[in-house]
């Protein structure tokens, strides 16, 4: 059973529509993280969530881009009018706290704007 | 800003054969180095170094990490085809966000 789940595991949505993708950690962690990885390119860091608050975010992630943990459970990155160039596949990950001992990434969502 | 650098990018190797994966990273507040295998989706954990001279080995797999000349290497020896897959290096620094390579692409031939 994976440590971190990601639903939908694929979403398709038109361009200029809302997303919502989550993640469902199973262990009890503190620090959350969103990755995403456009085909062919490599993984980049959008934002890490400690403690229900940011804690630190890229230059990608814009007011587009916003995170919560609404029940203390999920883990949620709404996309707000997506683009063409939002299609990736996006990673939720979880540690334990500021060190990396444990840091494991969800199955992952692909998303599709079309 | 963050770098990190991986090489070769890409890699065709025959299985037996002993394969050396190179990362170069220059990073803020430098913590640890991870490596990861990306097969079809999310990248899985290999190892983590925080240390200097240290050699984490798992089965065929070892790495070891060079604090002073910003580099990691990531060793294989005989080679299997299941072995195929992305390698990828991630260091990371003080704020817990990992800064990734563009990785290496083994190819392990049969």
């Known amino acids: 059973e994976p440590e971190v789940t990601q639903t939908p595991s694929h979403q398709v949505t038109q361009m200029g529509q809302e997303v919502i993708l989550r993640c469902v950690p199973i262990s009890n962690h503190l620090y959350f993280y969103w990755y995403r990885q456009i085909l062919g390119q490599k993984v980049e860091f959008l934002v890490s969530?400690?403690?229900?608050?940011?804690?630190?975010k890229s230059e990608i992630f814009d007011d587009q881009f916003s995170v919560e943990r609404p029940d203390g459970s999920n883990f949620t990155l709404k996309i707000r009018s997506t683009k063409l160039e939002d299609s990736a596949m996006y990673f939720c990950a979880r540690g334990p706290g500021p060190e990396f001992y444990g840091y494991t990434f969800g199955s992952g969502t692909r998303l599709t704007v079309v | 800003e963050d770098k990190v650098v991986q090489s070769p990018l890409s890699l065709v190797v025959h299985e037996g054969d002993t394969v050396t994966l190179n990362c170069s990273y220059e990073?803020?507040?430098?913590?640890?180095l991870l490596w990861y295998k990306q097969e079809k989706k999310a990248p899985t954990f290999l190892f983590m170094l925080?240390?200097?001279?240290i050699e984490k080995k798992s089965g065929r797999l070892s790495s070891i990490l060079d604090k002073k000349e910003l580099f990691s290497i990531l060793n294989i020896t005989a080679t299997q085809t299941g072995d195929s897959a992305i390698y990828l290096c991630?260091?990371?620094?003080?704020?817990?966000?990992?800064?990734f390579g563009k990785g290496t692409k083994l190819s392990v031939k049969p």
């Open positions: 990073v803020t507040n430098f913590r640890s």
């Open positions: 991630a260091p990371g620094g003080s704020q817990g966000n990992l800064i």
């Open positions: 969530f400690y403690n229900n608050e940011i804690s630190e």
């Open positions: 925080t240390s200097s001279g």
